[in-house]
């Protein structure tokens, strides 16, 4: 079985950078102008895209009649089990999958009806 090499072997392999070395950042090939337009581009290169069956627009609201006691269940399951899975695939808390489905409602050029969130609470409760 080969053993691991010690610090003293591998301290020979370390390169130095000398005390008068440039560390600097490299310059910029081109200069920005537009910075409205720059920060926008920035934002938007986290932005995903994704498309909902009409059916489940229509199924995202509760519309049956709560047959019991207590405050009656606004969202369907449907809703409060896609915020659930977006939270799960793409590894975000609580309320950064509420913003995530809440965003496309803050978004202008949407042709898709407007919907709502379910909050914090109501999909931890699911």
Known sequence: MESLP?????????????????????????????????NKALINRGSITFWLDDEAIQAWYE????????????????AITTVLVIKRV????????????GAPQKTESMVTPVFATPILTTSWLA
């Open 6 to 38: 010690t610090f003293a072997e591998l301290k020979d392999q370390i390169t130095y950078l000398p005390d008068n070395a440039d560390r600097s950042v490299a310059k910029q090939k081109f200069k920005i102008t537009n910075w409205p337009t720059y």
């Open 90 to 101: 793409f590894r975000l808390t609580l309320r950064a999958a509420q913003g995530f489905m």
């Open 63 to 78: 519309s049956a009649t709560p047959s019991s006691r207590g405050r009656p269940q606004r969202y369907s399951d449907l």
